[in-house]
């Protein structure tokens, strides 16, 4: 279910209503956002994942309104891709079909994408960056992105639970003995 809450946040991200509706999202709510969709179809090996990318990464340079908002974008899209890729390995991908059904079928593939840098949504709303670069360079298909992204997550998971075992051990004491118990009541 989260997953396609998630995804359904997605598309709406593209059409994003300015009537009296809810509060448009920030730039870096949108970013995570995108972030973290971009983590499920990694994760569950999509085929739309490359052009995905593409297109994410078009939006991450293109809304930004300054080097250091982009810097943050990219940094709040890395960490969504992160979290939800990390959500999908936890629950053994068990519900990638669903999720790669969803993912493929969402309206940022009816994106048009110009060499400039321009983005031209499915709305027909067009999006200038706030200096044109080469679309082109912006992203190369990596046929192993799907393995270099498995044993990345294992690297990091192995890593977690090697600190965990290895870190200080923290000494847990009850509230009613320290005194506290009236916090929590």
Do not use: H, R
């Given at each position: 279910m989260k997953k396609f809450i998630l995804l359904l946040a997605v598309l709406?991200?593209?059409?994003?209503?300015?009537?009296?509706?809810?509060?448009?999202?920030?730039?870096?709510?949108?970013?995570?956002?995108?972030?973290?969709?971009?983590?499920?179809?990694?994760?569950?090996?999509?085929?739309k994942y490359h052009r995905f990318e593409l297109l994410a990464r078009a939006m991450i340079?293109?809304?930004?309104?300054?080097?250091?908002?982009?810097?943050?974008?990219?940094?709040?899209?890395?960490t969504g891709k992160i979290n939800s890729f990390a959500d999908e390995e936890r629950l053994n991908f068990s519900n990638c079909g669903q999720v790669r059904e969803a993912f493929e079928n969402q309206?940022?593939?009816?994106?048009v994408l110009y060499s400039d840098g321009k983005i031209k949504q499915y709305d027909g709303k067009v999006l200038t960056p706030r200096q044109p670069y080469d679309a082109t360079k912006l992203y190369q298909k990596?046929?192993?992105?799907?393995?270099?992204?498995?044993?990345?997550?294992?690297?990091?998971?192995?890593?977690?639970?090697?600190?965990a075992k290895n870190g200080p051990k923290i000494e847990l004491k009850d509230s009613r003995a320290a005194g506290l118990s009236h916090l929590f009541n």
């Open positions: 709406c991200l593209f059409a994003q209503n300015v009537s009296a509706g809810p509060k448009p999202m920030s730039y870096k709510e949108e970013m995570y956002l995108l972030g973290a969709v971009a983590g499920q179809g990694l994760a569950c090996k999509s085929k340079l293109t809304k930004a309104t300054s080097d250091e908002e982009q810097m943050l974008g990219m940094e709040k899209y890395a309206k940022i593939f009816e994106t990596d046929p192993e992105a799907f393995i270099k992204a498995d044993a990345a997550y294992k690297k990091y998971l192995a890593i977690a639970q090697e600190t």
